[in-house]
């Protein structure tokens, strides 16, 4: 009985794991970052030399943005940026040329695939310190499924470009873009975003027969120790 029990319990919890790993995840993606202009008629800038592959730990991460100011982190499910620069009020970059108001106040990450072909649901704040506690995400960020046609990239980019644009087209090319125009931010700053996700496939999930098939001829045992118990108490 004490062995039936456990192995039901066992083939639960495989349950339980597979389940659990089937979740979305970046691992193993690349991801290239840009600065954005709002004028999109203005090709974005590649902030990166190549693109991240994300391996959810702290090696996940570039600096980013106008001289460097920002470091992103990229894990399974968020994406973290810190403020690296000791100024205050900014748009990113720099004007192209005085009073022409197309300074760079956004950034671009493009390629966000998910592992089990999911797409971006939604946003969310993890966590915000110092400037990053007044954005505001409904107007702060927005996410997507083709970088390439939404902002301004060229429809069939070459050399470095077509490199840090690879996985970001309307098949599969995920991107957030984050607006820190108007932030207030000190150097530590730091805001967290997470992702939350719809229509995987659960692909790459850890098979389930063997332990759903375990868990059945568990309970299938027990129920039958238990009419066995009856018939002679009968």
Do not use: H
Request: net charge negative.
């Amino acid at each position: 009985m004490k062995k039936l029990l456990l192995a039901a319990a066992f083939a639960g919890a495989s349950l339980g794991f597979a389940a659990q790993a089937s979740s979305a995840t970046l691992v193993g993606d690349a991801i290239s970052g840009f600065a954005i202009f709002p004028n999109t008629t203005i090709e974005p800038t590649a902030e990166v030399s190549s693109p991240l592959t994300v391996t959810d730990d702290a090696t996940d991460a570039f600096r980013f943005g106008e001289g460097d100011r920002f470091m992103i982190d990229v894990n399974a499910s968020s994406v973290t940026l810190t403020y690296e620069f000791n100024a205050t009020f900014f748009p990113v970059g720099a004007e192209s040329s005085p009073g022409a108001d197309d300074s760079c106040n956004c950034l671009l990450l493009a390629g966000l695939n998910f592992s089990d072909g999911s797409t971006i649901s939604g946003l969310s704040i993890g966590t915000a310190t110092g400037g990053f506690g007044s954005f505001d995400l409904a107007t702060g960020a927005e996410f997507g499924t083709n970088a390439l046609a939404n902002f301004a990239f060229p429809a069939s980019p070459t050399g470095l470009l077509a490199t840090l644009l690879a996985g970001s087209n309307a098949a599969g090319g995920e991107y957030v873009l984050i607006d820190v125009g108007g932030l207030t931010l000190s150097d530590g700053d730091s805001l967290t975003l997470g992702f939350s996700t719809a229509g995987g496939g659960n692909v790459g999930a850890v098979p389930l027969p063997a332990s759903a098939w375990l868990l059945i001829a568990g309970l299938g045992a027990l129920g039958g120790l238990s009419r066995r118990r009856q018939r002679a108490a009968a």
